[in-house]
């Protein structure tokens, strides 16, 4: 390839651009691109001759000094590797096991041989550099990788990760014999002995924080994943543990008698028992994931989830049942719950199309009461199987118990056994549910002022006609009036109203001065419309004004301080109707007796008796309505 410039400004001045040529062999053709060409196939490599910025021409004498040759592989760490093998390790083992003899330092002298032990930390420093580096490209590719130290003469013509393991010839022959060759596989083999036992210590909540996409509160997923990544990290060693080169490695050491063989087989049996407990707690967790998945998925009807509910909570209950891993640990199993929860949280945050610019939309009261059903639903579902876990928690004890005392084994080991069997399984108020009742909480707060919210929104355009009519407008007008700038103040703090776990103390004081504003409102709307059903004498027009004002009086806080107003003015219609109801009927029963009866009369009968009943009616909703909602202020 070569390059030449658009220009002839200095090398890093603007404008400058490097065009590459690249030849196509099978085309006899030549292309020209600003983008150096990939390298797609592993273990190629492209030469790249680019010429100096300063020179127009190139003459076959200045090629040495006026071009610069590069090389573009498929992997960095690949080109890393070879040059430290191939290079490197030879000069410092040469180095190392035929020291040159050491020159006399006089002042005169500039320069000396390096010393044997400086070689020799220079050749260990090599080695834990590679070995890290090897981890690290593991770690890339998503592995646990094993390092192999580079002097072990079993690993030549082998591939390992993409890339070729061989040692080279020089060491290889100058190291086999040595002690520093015996001493790289050992400290390989206390490299994988450190590898592994982290391994097995491995806390599966740390993996699930790391894979989670909401790392402060991860969803039951989130569990899932990191068992199936912890699963796939430990087969993964094992299967390198039991690759030729390692066993090669471990019959040399085996040979010398090498006191880290014995210690390193013990780990692999450990690491062996694991991979079958983390097996079988993966293989029963996964029955749960469809449940899991459910609630992450919001293409799903809520009533469809409500339903699906109790098979959540009851498979639950079989994976602690069934599952060493859950039932010898509660905090284990509390800590699932409290995932389920983080997941049914996020799943009603979702459910409402609440924002930081709009926290209080159209339909929010109808999506929260549908979050409400949700959440009542995994509160009941949860105490059912809850009592299920206890009831055989003390059946398990007891059985126990009867064991223990036949064997004369003490009393107080089978209530430790219950009461960590009772815990995993705890009350609705602790432990994994505090963050699920503080959203709870939240909920209701916010469904309340919301709906005060819309209803104060609602008189915007409301007009009333009449005598009184321009009054009542104008003391509505203002009231919303009023209205708008505390709405407006809490909307430009940009706070989330479901948002439990960020600026909770800025959220609570501003919250609380919206919701002190708007019950002031209210009541302030309560004194209007006292003060004009006061003033309107006729009861047709406290019936307009009560139908005009319908859903403002729908809120518990106004109805119930309207009530004795409302039921006053239901009573008099009442009395109104049952009054002409009767004149009527009685000039009903005369014509009936004279046998002369017309049809207009009739008709009138007709319909007075159907509003009887309907206004009768519409009093008694109003008045089991107002008696419930003093029966839950209660």
């Known amino acids: 390839s070569s390059s030449s410039s658009s220009d002839n400004k200095e090398p890093d001045g603007d404008g400058q651009h490097t065009l590459l040529s690249k030849g196509d062999d099978t085309k006899d053709q030549l292309y020209l691109s600003l983008v150096p060409p990939g390298v797609n196939k592993e273990g190629c490599k492209v030469l790249v001759f680019l010429k100096r910025f ?203 008698s090498s006191s880290y063989v014995s210690s390193f087989d013990e780990l692999k049996r450990d690491l062996k028992g694991k991979i079958t407990d983390i097996s079988s707690t993966l293989r029963m967790l996964k029955a749960c994931e469809r449940y899991f998945l459910m609630l992450e998925d919001m293409s799903l009807t809520t009533s469809f989830v409500i339903a699906k509910i109790p098979a959540l909570t009851h498979s639950l209950f079989l994976l602690w049942r069934n599952c060493t891993y859950y039932f010898k640990n509660s905090k284990r199993f509390q800590r699932l719950l409290g995932l389920v929860c983080n997941q049914l949280i996020s799943r009603c945050i979702n459910m409402v199309h609440s924002t930081p610019d709009n926290n209080f939309p159209p339909n929010m009261e109808e999506q929260l009461q549908e979050v409400m059903r949700l959440c009542a639903a995994f509160r009941g579902s949860y105490l059912d199987v809850s009592e299920k876990a206890r009831a055989f928690a003390h059946q398990t004890c007891d059985t126990d118990g009867a064991q223990t005392l036949f064997q004369g084994k003490k009393l107080q080991e089978k209530q430790r056994k219950l009461k960590m069997m009772l815990s995993a399984w705890p009350e609705r108020t602790d432990g994994p549910f505090v963050r699920f009742n503080s959203f709870l909480d939240r909920c209701n707060d916010v469904l309340e002022l919301a709906h005060s919210i819309h209803t104060l929104a609602s008189l915007q355009h409301l007009v009333v006609g009449g005598p009184h009519g321009s009054r009542l407008s104008d003391g509505v007008a203002a009231i919303h009036k009023e209205f708008l700038p505390a709405r407006t103040r809490f909307e430009e703090q940009k706070l989330g109203v479901f948002n439990i776990d960020e600026d909770t103390e800025q959220f609570s004081q501003e919250f609380l001065t919206l919701q002190l504003t708007v019950r002031a409102l209210e009541r302030s709307l309560v004194r209007l419309l006292r003060e004009t059903f006061s003033y309107i004498p006729v009861l047709h027009e406290k019936l307009s004004v009560l139908d005009m004002f319908e859903c403002v009086c729908h809120r518990p806080s106004i109805a119930n301080s309207l009530a004795s107003v409302l039921n006053g003015i239901v009573s008099d219609a009442i009395e109104d109707f049952t009054i002409s109801f009767s004149l009527l009927q009685e000039l009903f029963d005369e014509e009936e007796n004279s046998g002369s009866l017309r049809g207009n009369q009739l008709s009138k009968t007709q319909s007075l008796q159907s509003a009887n009943r309907g206004l009768e009616s519409h009093r008694e909703k109003l008045g089991d309505k107002i008696s419930e909602e003093e029966e839950e202020e209660e």
């Open 54 to 256: 300063c020179v127009d021409h190139l003459a076959a004498s200045d090629l040495g000094e006026e071009v610069v040759v590069h090389e573009l592989v498929s992997s960095a760490w690949e080109n890393f590797w070879l040059m430290s093998r191939d290079v490197y390790l030879p000069l410092i083992s040469s180095l190392t096991e035929r020291p040159p003899q050491t020159q006399t330092q006089t002042p005169s002298s500039t320069s000396s041989f390096t010393s044997t032990e400086t070689t020799k930390k220079l050749l260990d420093s090599l080695n834990k550099l590679l070995s890290t580096a090897q981890v690290t490209a593991g770690q890339i590719e998503g592995n646990v990788m094993l390092p192999l130290p580079l002097l072990a003469s079993t690993m030549s013509k082998k591939k390992r990760s993409s890339f070729v393991r061989r040692v080279s010839t020089a060491g290889q022959q100058q190291s086999t014999n040595s002690r520093n060759y015996y001493h790289s596989l050992e400290s390989a083999m206390v490299s994988w002995s450190r590898i592994v036992r982290g391994l097995l210590k491995t806390n599966i909540a740390d993996v699930a924080l790391k894979i989670a996409h909401s790392p402060a509160h991860p969803g039951a997923m989130a569990e899932v994943l990191a068992f199936e990544t912890h699963a796939r990290n430990l087969q993964c060693v094992m299967d390198q543990l039991q690759s030729p080169e390692i066993m090669d490695i471990r019959g040399e050491l085996l040979v010398v």
